[in-house]
């Protein structure tokens, strides 16, 4: 069963920048898309980003194209998630996420971390 563990959450300004991290314990994450989710408080959770690992095909909400930038790191089965000119509608718990390629589901979920802005 893989994990997905998050870190680089935070409190920030607006205006500001984070860099989170998803670490996978698996061997390979090539039959696997990854995506980060997020949760405001009463809000649902929303798809922020996703990236085909196998080709590198990437998805971003329209609430952050310009402004968030996914990466990775192949050797380490890390993904990364770096978030510049954060406002405050940005607050929430950032989770990653995991699904089979081609599939519909997300099925493995990380612990979250929590991302603040404040104004």
């Known amino acids: 069963q893989v994990q997905l563990v998050e870190s680089g959450g935070g409190l920030v300004q607006a205006g500001g920048s984070l860099r989170l991290s998803c670490a996978a314990s698996?061997?390979?994450?090539?039959?696997?898309?990854l995506a980060w989710f997020r949760q405001a408080p009463g809000q649902e959770r929303d798809l922020v980003a996703a990236?085909?690992?196998?080709?590198?095909?990437?998805y971003y909400a329209d609430s952050v194209k310009g402004r968030f930038t996914m990466s990775r790191d192949n050797a380490k089965n890390t993904l990364f998630l770096q978030m510049n000119t954060l406002i405050p509608s940005d607050t929430a718990v950032y989770y990653c996420?995991?699904?089979?390629?081609?599939?519909?589901?997300?099925?493995?979920w990380g612990q979250g971390t929590q991302v603040t802005v404040s104004s």
């Open positions: 698996t061997r390979t994450l090539s039959y696997y898309t």
């Open positions: 996420a995991l699904k089979r390629r081609g599939g519909t589901t997300y099925e493995v």
């Open positions: 990236i085909s690992w196998s080709d590198g095909s990437t």
